[in-house]
């Protein structure tokens, strides 16, 4: 059964808190908040800490076919003669995941993002305003490529946070490497057929 799927979107927040607290001890603390900010912007990255491989795979499904195993944090897109390549992925955490099977109904290049309202409401409640849209780019939390799940608002899209790979703490969507998610999208067709399981 499908539950509730979210689109993801990651924020760079990791930083605020010393940022505005060394505002609050005056000028003689720039150096420090240019500082945590560097430090925030150096971690971002497109590469993946979990490398990609072509491994064997046993499971029924043909050829361009994407099998997810959320509980695995690993994405397969299948090649068929019994083998796949294996993607780290990150996933929705609790009460943000789901398994069901769809399809690939549109892919972007850098795609723009339009928040749900949903989401909208729900950050508000925590002090975090967002956009009613953002352009796509380097900043986006859709990243460099996006794969919209059928006629949905969820999506398989990049990140350029590659700590958050292997994790469980998304809103719901697919998130992958900018690499990975570039290279995906160069294997996958509209149609391709997505299998989410846990």
Not at 146 to 151: C, D, E, N, P
């Amino acid at each position: 059964m499908m539950k509730a799927f979210l689109v993801a979107v990651s924020f760079s927040v990791a930083g605020l808190g010393s940022v505005g607290a060394s505002h609050a001890r005056g000028a003689d603390a720039a150096p420090a908040v240019t500082k945590n900010l560097a430090a925030l912007q150096n971690r971002r990255s497109d590469k993946s800490p979990i490398p990609r491989q072509v491994v064997r795979y046993g499971g029924d499904e043909i050829a361009n076919t994407i099998i997810i195993n959320t509980t695995e944090r690993r994405l397969y897109y299948t090649l068929g003669d019994g083998r796949a390549i294996k993607y780290g992925v990150g996933v929705g955490r609790d009460g943000f995941t789901w398994s069901g099977t769809n399809s690939v109904s549109r892919k972007a290049k850098w795609p723009g993002w339009t928040p749900p309202k949903v989401m909208i409401r729900r950050e508000a409640k925590k002090g975090r305003i967002l956009p009613a849209y953002m352009p796509g780019g380097p900043d986006n939390p859709l990243g460099a490529r996006a794969m919209y799940i059928g006629s949905t608002i969820y999506r398989i899209h990049g990140t350029n946070q590659p700590w958050t790979i292997g994790q469980a703490m998304s809103s719901g969507c697919i998130r992958m490497a900018n690499d990975d998610v570039k290279h995906l999208y160069e294997q996958v067709s509209i149609g391709t057929k997505v299998v989410v399981i846990r």
